[in-house]
């Protein structure tokens, strides 16, 4: 089973960056592809990004291309979220999920969540 747990949400002014990083608990880390969702209250979870096992093949919701990348570091057991340029509307809670190899959009794909952090993007 992986445990995942998430830090680096805060609040910042439009315009600014923000890192969140998403910790795994055991070494079979490289066996799965990871992704971020975020939800914004009121609103159903969405995907964000996702990134293969080897870190080879990433992919992005549109809103967030050209503004955030998504990276893992396997020997470190951690994927990250680099946001930049944040916008109001990106304020949610920010989840990260583990499942197979494959890397997918699909919130029912994913079989392991982090219980999320909080970013909020100040206009």
């Known amino acids: 089973q992986v445990q995942l747990v998430e830090s680096g949400g805060g609040l910042v002014q439009a315009g600014d960056s923000l890192r969140l990083s998403c910790a795994a608990s055991?070494?079979?880390?490289?066996?799965?592809?990871m992704g971020w969702f975020r939800q914004a209250p009121g609103k159903e979870r969405e995907f964000v990004a996702t990134?293969?096992?080897?870190?080879?093949?990433?992919y992005y919701k549109d809103s967030v291309k050209g503004r955030f990348t998504i990276s893992r570091d396997n020997a470190k057991n951690t994927v990250y979220l680099q946001m930049n340029s944040l916008k109001p509307e990106d304020t949610a809670v920010y989840y990260c999920?583990?499942?197979?190899?494959?890397?997918?959009?699909?919130?029912?794909?994913?079989?392991?969540w982090g219980q999320g952090t909080q970013v909020t993007v100040s206009s």
């Open positions: 990134i293969s096992r080897s870190g080879e093949s990433t």
């Open positions: 999920a583990a499942r197979g190899s494959v890397i997918s959009t699909r919130t029912t794909d994913y079989e392991y």
């Open positions: 055991e070494g079979t880390f490289n066996r799965h592809a």
